[in-house]
């Protein structure tokens, strides 16, 4: 490696991508078009920076597997950074299965860091826990170890494990504080903060108080029933009844928590469940079935008791009926929690994070652009959308995952 690369590359580590192009912005040897896609990635440009390592992992060849390993995972990286999930996760196995063969454990480590970071923004997080694998050693570089932190963080905090998130961003503070790197410090600062912002609402008898997540995991009593709108659960401190693939038994389930201890009239029911502004005798029936499914489904949590003009919710041992709503109620909440984080997103990788058709997506995305609250960059299908952070707003239970041991 000639002196020039040297420092580029370290230039690179420390975080100043300026500094790293002054050496190799004219060089189109493979090292140094590597070097220069990695830079112009640390300044934003994903396109020109996938196009540079592609060119840097074709002329390192197969006579050079490690470099070429190297490529990949960094490629990989700005697939990541520009909301690409569709990219190939056999192709970053075997380059990290190639870095650990040849004693890279760093680098190794860091393709690991991205599995599971891809994973995270899937909601998968079994899977992004196991990609995770442990703690990284000490010896490892404080920006490997602060990005390991934070996607911990990421993994409780979407648990609603509040100990052990606000344990791994002060783990992940004084890594980025030990890197140096001002951008990785601020990106812990803020990716913190939803510890602190407001995650749900807590609803009981019409009162809406604001909850943090540490707030909301103590909420569990056995004096309470919680119906979850964030997850669509209906939950005591023992038992979880999930009704997220029964949308209209929860919503007769949330009237009924919101409306408790007094009943709810059969015509308001109808109308707010079943979304319609009439109704007949066919929906009177309909209510009555949907009822008794409900009533069926929540045995062992409470009972749906018929009163003269309606039905009321009658829980068994608990002394409370409360909802646990989100922190902002919009039919759009998901794409707008994802696209919260500041990134551009395609229409695609909406789709595939949040496990709904990419035209059911796009209609979503249509109705918040018609409304000034996203805005597109591109056309065709380079077109990616983007929003600002909802300022004092965690969005973190607006994500589709499930609560633990559910």
Known sequence: MDSLIAAAARALAAGDPLAALN??????????????????????????????LRRAARAFGPKQPLARARCIVAEAEVALASRDLRWPEQSLDEAR???????????????????????????????????LADRPPASFPPALRATHE???????????????????FERAARAARASGIAALMAEVDDAARSLVEPAAHLVSQGQATPLTLEQVQALSSQQRLIVDACRYVVRDANRTIPLATRPVLFALARILADAWPQDVAREELIHKAFRTKFSDESHRVRLRVEIGRLRALLSTLADVTATKRGFALMPDGAHDVVVLAR????????????????????????????????????????????????????????????????????????????????
């Open 327 to 406: 922190p902002f109620e919009d039919k759009h909440a998901a794409v707008l929690a994802l696209l919260a984080d500041g990134q551009l997103w395609s229409s695609s990788a909406l789709a595939l994070a949040l496990g709904a058709s990419q035209r059911a997506v796009q209609r979503a995305l249509d109705a918040l652009a018609s409304a000034g609250r996203i805005e597109a960059v591109g056309e065709g299908r380079a077109r990616r959308w983007m929003t600002s952070p909802v300022v004092g707003f965690a969005t973190t239970l607006l994500l589709p995952s499930p609560l633990p041991n559910v």
């Open 97 to 131: 299965a190639t870095l650990e063969v040849h004693g890279d454990r760093i680098n190794a480590a860091h393709a690991r860091n991205l599995a599971a970071r891809r994973l995270l923004l899937l909601g998968r997080l079994d899977d992004a826990h196991e990609a």
């Open 23 to 52: 050496g190799v912005l004219l060089r189109e040897d493979a090292p140094g078009l590597a070097l220069r896609g990695i830079a112009m990635a640390q300044l934003g440009d994903l396109v020109r920076a996938k196009q540079l």
């Open 150 to 168: 934070l996607i911990a963080a990421g993994i409780a905090v979407r648990c609603l494990d509040a100990r052990a998130a606000r344990d791994a």
